[in-house]
């Protein structure tokens, strides 16, 4: 993703189309721009998103942050730039240590530090990081930095200790009985017994407890507790010796920084209410929210990262561009979407089939084409004369492991494209290799043909060979669309060919690929025989009949 902000000045088209978009970022931006509309906008407008250092960042995490960039970029070019905005990376480091993650080197190194908040947890991984919640925030912002993002980092034990949180907490402490009233109905009756938005940090055992408060002093400024040990300690609420649970926390935050703009998973929908009424109770006026579905591994189950189910952002990396996640992160936001290795190919031709398209469109259309919001409204000019689809079967009939055999199918299909032409094709190529060893490959299941589907092989085989040199992909899909027509089994008659007869199903491409390329699915079949070459294909169906394919 391209996310760099130079200065935006849009265009009286561009302005107009966008004003009119209904491209979910600009319907996001346009909230922001109707909450000021009254009284005109504040110095800043601030966009935040929020991250729990207890684990790695994650695919989730890259999915907050593009997608408010998104809704960022879309606000700056609705207001012509004229309005000062942040992207605020919030990082929870305070959180006290509830579970030991499963890939630290050490899990028995960490246990005597359980509960502590994650930046006194020393660090598992060694090296420089005075703590594991120093590590974890390092890692955050390497990782948001490798995408472009333009944001800033926050630390909550810096805003807590430094003092900029003082003043709210002051006010929670003000105006207890009412973030009171406002928790208290959302626990249950055991938890309601014991219950304080304030989690004091011992002064004797540097953990975060959860327990009851015997005072709150809202004129000193401090609250009252039973330390671990028994002994009564009193606490001021400022300079870092306590904070607040996570509900009142999100609040707070929003009431102390003036957020305008937050977004976050499903799984926080039923609490939005109770941090919008704990926001407005402190004095502060809750932000615009945007609320995603969640992604699901393989099975629908909502993906963990305890449970380590569905795909990592490396794992995606490995296999496909980034601005192929970036496009399975704008589409349909607030729709459930499986996360796992099946839908990286789709996504990647998806990536390009929008990028072509950009070019022809006029700016209504452009402004609602996902490739415009990835690249913040610059969308490269790139030519993919094949598909990853097509890379993939290519791969999968020819058994390449090198770039330089697929290069060879390549630039004898369309001559002049070469990896120094179409660097982002090459770039396609390794990934292709990459996915179809770890993935494709494993799965590859050969059936033996059956009598009819023997004869239906035979016949193809024998009406490409009739085709002319250098016949076109159409011409090989028109090929074997004749053949299909002509076999009862393949007959579909809900379809009309162009004489009037049957059409064809779609078990006859289903059976080709199941027995030439033991695959269930794939491309085009015309496009990817042209690509492989149609003596090539013959010889590959010659194959199949004479079950020697592996």
């Known amino acids: 993703m391209t996310t760099a902000t130079p200065m935006i000045d849009p265009s009286p088209e561009i302005l107009a189309a966008a004003r009119e978009s209904k491209a979910w970022p600009f319907e996001e931006a346009k909230k922001i721009i109707a909450r000021y509309a009254d009284g005109g906008f504040p110095e800043t407008v601030l966009f935040e998103t929020g991250y729990g250092p207890s684990g790695l960042p994650h695919i989730g995490t890259f999915g907050e942050v593009a997608r408010t960039t998104m809704v960022r970029h879309a606000f700056r070019v609705l207001t012509e730039d004229k309005v000062a905005t942040r992207l605020l990376c919030f990082s929870d480091d305070m959180d006290g240590m509830r579970k030991i993650p499963d890939n630290v080197p050490d899990r028995s190194f960490l246990e005597p530090h359980l509960h502590k908040p994650l930046t006194v947890v020393p660090n598992p991984f060694g090296g420089d990081y005075e703590s594991f919640g120093h590590h974890n925030n390092a890692m955050l912002r390497r990782f948001l930095d490798t995408f472009g993002f333009d944001y800033e980092f926050a630390s909550a034990t810096d805003y807590y200790r430094s003092g900029r949180f003082d003043d709210i907490l002051r006010r929670v402490a003000e105006r207890y009985d009412a973030v009171m009233a406002i928790m208290l109905p959302t626990l249950g009756e055991e938890r309601r017994a014991t219950y304080s938005p304030f ?276 011409a090989i899909q028109n090929a074997a669309l004749d053949v299909a027509r002509g076999i009862e089994r393949y007959q579909d008659h809900a379809k009309k060919s162009p004489t009037g007869g049957p059409g064809v199903s779609v078990a006859f491409f289903q059976m080709i690929y199941e027995v030439v390329l033991g695959q269930e699915r794939g491309p085009r079949f015309g496009s990817f025989a042209a690509l492989y070459g149609v003596a090539e294909t013959r010889s590959l169906i010659a194959k199949a009949l004479a079950g020697t394919l592996d």
């Not at 327990?211 to 009193?234: H, I, L, S, Y």
């Not at 936001?333 to 796992?340: D, G, H, M, S």
């Open 199 to 474: 989690l004091p940090i011992s002064p004797k055992t540097g953990r975060v407890l959860y327990v009851p408060m015997k005072k709150v002093d809202a004129q000193a400024g401090t609250v009252t507790f039973d330390d671990e040990d028994g002994t009564e300690t009193t606490l001021p609420v400022t300079g870092g010796k306590v904070k607040l649970q996570w509900k009142p926390d999100f609040g707070a935050r929003w009431a102390a920084l003036g957020v305008d703009f937050e977004m976050f998973g499903k799984d926080h929908g039923p609490n939005m209410g109770v941090y919008d009424r704990i926001c407005e109770a402190l004095g502060g006026r809750a932000p615009e929210h945007f609320v995603y579905e969640l992604f699901l591994d393989e099975n629908g189950q909502k993906i963990s990262k305890s449970k380590g189910n569905g795909l990592t952002i490396d794992e995606w990396l490995t296999y496909a561009p980034t601005e192929s996640l970036a496009l399975y992160m704008f589409q349909r936001p607030r729709q459930a979407k499986k996360l796992y290795f099946d839908v990286i190919p789709r996504a990647v031709d998806e990536y390009y089939q929008f990028l072509s398209a950009y070019r022809r469109q006029d700016w209504k259309e452009r402004l609602g084409n996902p490739v415009w919001h990835i690249h913040s409204g610059e969308p490269p000019e790139i030519e993919m004369p094949v598909s990853f689809a097509l890379l993939l079967n290519l791969v999968s009939a020819s058994n390449a492991h090198e770039p330089g055999v697929l290069w060879g199918f390549i630039s004898r299909h369309a001559p002049g494209v070469t990896p120094q032409t179409h660097p982002e094709l090459d770039r396609l190529v390794g990934y292709a290799i990459r996915y179809f060893d770890d993935f494709v490959k494993p799965e590859k299941t050969f059936r033996p043909a059956d009598e009819v589907e023997r004869q239906a092989l035979q016949a193809l085989a024998d009406r490409l060979g009739t085709l002319p040199d250098g016949a076109d992909g159409e």
